[in-house]
């Protein structure tokens, strides 16, 4: 048989049930035409569909290190797909643009509201030879994470992240709202939905505004309250991170939301990277066996700019029962290096 044409179809059924299923956004993948790799070489995949939403999914593509391109579709070659015995053919009566018109018959499939995409990478599914940080054979983003030897914490601003992140295999999910003035703490609805939908572990941001990391008693008032409400919808741990005016942790403040915090795992976060002797605020943080894990880039700058300080805190963090776990500035591209350099487990 045609294989090709025998998973378009495929993909036709697959289109159909998410648009039964009240599907406003629809993204199909497949290893679908040797054509695309003629169009595009071995190393970009092609898109087609609605514009806003192919650019949207090109601008993630290009930071990942897995770019895609923007194909046309022709309404006039949708012509050749037409077939003396059926509606549609699913295999076109010309030799040329086949992977273009994979894409119009799948188009034929999907419902007039929905916003639809679909990329082709028959031509970047398998690596010929190890190539910067992909690896020879099949590739996969999350398989090329999971082969550098760490785990993944996604951030989610909202159900739907948490959903695409845990479908995707991500090992943990740190749950946040204000992405763009370093992360807040998400409302409560959000908390309790998120928490009760996933299989993997949620830790929740508790941070009540973004002016500082120094707290008052109203804040830290707030703060333990919120504590109470995540430990109440049985989420895995919390985000969080206290300091003083002087840019030290806040030895105080954070006693007071640790006994708040009992039985929850606690990431100290990068309110880290204000500190100026990190060093010995490892060795302070390491006092509090509830706290598991540092989120931090090494200091102020990306943590690829900042690998020594990392290796470093990665190496004063052995058997103090703290885990370095790095963000900021952290692409797949520069993955395996950066794992090398510095060690970090997550």
């Known amino acids: 048989g045609h294989t090709d044409a025998e998973g378009r179809l495929i993909l036709a059924d697959a289109i159909l049930h998410a648009a039964r299923n ?48 923007r194909l046309p579709l022709v309404d006039e070659d949708e012509e050749l797909l037409g077939s003396p015995y059926a509606d549609l053919a699913n295999l076109a009566s010309s030799p040329y643009g086949g992977a273009n018109m994979a894409a119009l018959f799948l188009r034929r499939f999907v419902p ?38 760490v785990k993944l914490e996604v951030i989610a601003t909202n159900l739907y992240d948490a959903l695409v992140a845990e479908n995707a295999g991500a090992d943990r999910l740190e749950l946040v709202t204000g992405i763009m003035e370093g992360g807040l703490t998400p409302g409560p609805g959000m908390i309790r939905k998120v928490v009760g939908l996933m299989s993997i572990p949620v830790h929740v941001m508790v941070r009540p505004h973004s002016q500082s990391f120094v707290y008052d008693q109203y ?27 002087d840019r030290t942790v806040d030895t105080e403040a954070l006693e007071m939301l640790l006994k708040e915090a009992d039985g929850l795992n606690v990431t ?56 370095i776990l790095a963000g900021y500035g952290l692409t797949v591209p520069g993955l395996s290096e950066f794992v090398q350099k510095t060690g970090v487990p997550e």
């Open 268 to 323: 100290f976060h990068r309110a880290f990277d204000e500190i100026d002797d990190q060093l010995g605020a490892l060795r302070t943080l390491s006092a509090y066996p509830q706290i598991n894990r540092i989120l931090t880039s090494g200091g102020p700058r990306p943590a690829p700019e900042s690998t020594d300080r990392i290796q470093a805190l990665v190496e004063a963090s052995a058997g103090t029962g703290i885990r």
């Open 219 to 245: 804040d830290l008032l707030t703060m333990r309250e919120d504590i109470a409400f995540i430990k109440e919808c049985g989420a895995a741990g919390i985000v969080l991170g206290t300091l003083k005016p």
């Open 22 to 69: 009240g599907a406003e956004r629809i993204i199909d993948i497949a290893t679908l035409t040797g054509a695309v790799g003629h169009a595009l070489g071995l190393r970009v995949a092609g898109i087609w569909g609605d514009a806003g939403f192919a650019e949207q999914l090109m601008r993630i593509g290009s930071k990942n290190g897995d770019p895609i391109w």
């Open 112 to 149: 007039s509201k929905a916003r639809w995409c679909h990329i082709d990478m028959a031509n970047t599914s398998q690596v010929p030879a190890d190539r910067g940080y992909k690896a020879a054979g099949a590739t996969g983003q999350f398989w090329k994470w999971r082969h550098c030897g």
